[in-house]
């Protein structure tokens, strides 16, 4: 900073520079949560004919040059990192680290999709979560995941009223 208080442009590079580190290591860290994320959905919710398909959208430039070469094949900024295709629906979900809210252009393609019908969108910050957004949207895996089970807070009065009504002959009608 100068006597004025202006920037000089010394201190502006720098700015710039500590600006980019960040941004870079959230991007790092971010793809190591996709990269995570990955893993897991190949072991608890793999694709599996006609009730899911996904897959993972790579839609960011790393540089100018990459940038210019994805938008002229007609990759638009916004589209969420996953694309999850169900029966009659189709969820989009959005890796995030360290408290990171969605871009200016995610919030206009939430805009976009908002009232079409079918579609489900979110963001998730953790493995945990995402796992759990996805037994949210009626996606679940095909077994039983102990690494992500919920405490219970039921008591034992709920449980024994629970199990009672589980073992319990079916009521007619």
């Known amino acids: 900073m100068t006597d004025t208080g202006h920037m000089t442009a010394?201190?502006?590079?720098?700015?710039?520079?500590?600006?980019?580190?960040?941004?870079?290591?959230?991007?790092?860290?971010?793809d190591l949560l996709c990269m995570a994320f990955n893993v897991h959905l190949r072991e608890y919710f793999p694709p599996?004919?006609?009730?899911?398909?996904?897959?993972?959208?790579?839609?960011?430039?790393?540089?100018?040059r990459e940038g210019s070469k994805l938008?002229?094949?007609?990759?638009?900024?916004?589209?969420?990192?996953?694309i999850?295709?169900?029966?009659?629906?189709?969820?989009?979900?959005?890796?995030?680290?360290?408290?990171?809210?969605y871009s200016t252009s995610q919030k206009t393609h939430i805009l976009y999709i908002r009232d079409?019908?079918?579609k489900l969108h979110g963001k998730f910050y953790s493995v945990r979560e995402g796992h759990h957004m996805l037994i949210g949207y009626g996606v679940h895996p095909i077994k039983p995941c102990t690494l992500f089970r919920e405490p219970s807070y039921l008591t034992m009065?709920?449980?024994?009223?629970?199990?009672n009504d589980f073992f319990a002959p079916p009521r007619k009608p």
């Open 10 to 30: 010394a201190s502006y590079r720098a700015m710039l520079e500590k600006q980019t580190q960040i941004k870079n290591k959230r991007r790092r860290n971010e």
């Open 48 to 64: 599996t004919p006609g009730i899911l398909i996904y897959t993972h959208i790579a839609n960011e430039g790393r540089d100018g």
């Open 71 to 82: 938008k002229k094949m007609g990759v638009e900024p916004g589209f969420f990192d996953y």
């Open 84 to 101: 999850f295709l169900v029966p009659h629906w189709t969820i989009e979900m959005e890796a995030k680290v360290d408290g990171a809210d």
């Open 116 to 118: 079409m019908p079918g």
């Open 157 to 163: 009065a709920d449980k024994r009223v629970l199990a």
